[in-house]
T-cell receptor, first 110, second 116 residues
């Protein structure tokens, strides 16, 4: 039982490049979330999903897209990376109350 | 508009003493509150939670107090240990609503340093 895993752990992008962050959970949770953490800002919700095939915008969705084609996976895409998207990205899942987080993906956009 | 605020960016205490971390919220519809602990280069881990129908919840060295009238919650760690040094986030949610999405609103975090 691996819990919540994230791929990759670290990535450097050039401005304008695209990439996809993968989140996987093996706990059969319905709800999944993508957050970004920036210094002094706490964790801010980017997008979330309340079930397979559904997605919704969070607090800071601009510049990101998501997909939940399978219940266990939640993908976060950056179509054209910008330096403002330099951050640490966390994925989380929950069956209803307590959210369980992955280890994070550190992204640097030059 | 910051709905959940942790006004102290950092806190330093001596080993064995009490650590008190504070959190304020503005939305009276929040009915569930959580504390998460985060070590560097790791994801946040769940520490303790409290429902709005309670005013106190204990788990070992950790106790969370909720004052609904003041829209304030606090986390007490007694006794504090060096291994407790981490960033602590409080979070709030509306689980009782008809359209529950499980979303959490996080505070900015407080960095706790426990000195040996």
């Amino acid at each position: 039982n691996a819990g919540v895993t994230q791929t990759p752990k670290f990535r450097v992008l050039k401005t304008g490049q695209s990439m996809t962050l993968l989140c996987a959970q093996d706990m059969n949770h319905e709800y999944m979330y993508w957050y970004r953490q920036d210094p002094g800002m706490g964790l801010r919700l980017i997008h979330y999903s309340v079930g397979e095939g559904t997605t919704a915008k969070g607090e800071v969705p601009d510049g990101y897209n998501v997909s939940r084609l399978k219940k266990q996976n939640f993908l976060l895409g950056l179509e054209s990376a910008a330096p403002s998207q330099t951050s640490v990205y966390f994925c989380a899942s929950t069956p209803g109350e307590t959210q369980y987080f992955g280890p994070g993906t550190r992204l640097l956009v030059l | 508009d910051q709905q959940v605020k942790q006004n102290s960016p950092s806190l330093s205490v001596q080993e064995g003493r009490i650590s008190i971390l504070n959190c304020d919220y503005t939305n009276s519809m929040f009915d569930y509150f959580l504390w998460y602990k985060k070590y560097p280069a790791e994801g946040p881990t769940f520490l303790i939670s409290i429902s709005s129908i309670k005013d106190k919840n204990e788990d070992g060295r950790f106790t969370v107090f909720l004052n609904k009238s003041a829209k304030h919650l606090s986390l007490h760690i007694v006794p504090s240990q060096p291994g407790d040094s981490a960033v602590y986030f409080c979070a709030a949610s509306r689980y009782g609503g008809s359209s529950n999405t499980g979303k959490l609103i996080f505070g900015q975090g407080t960095t706790l340093q426990v000195k040996p």
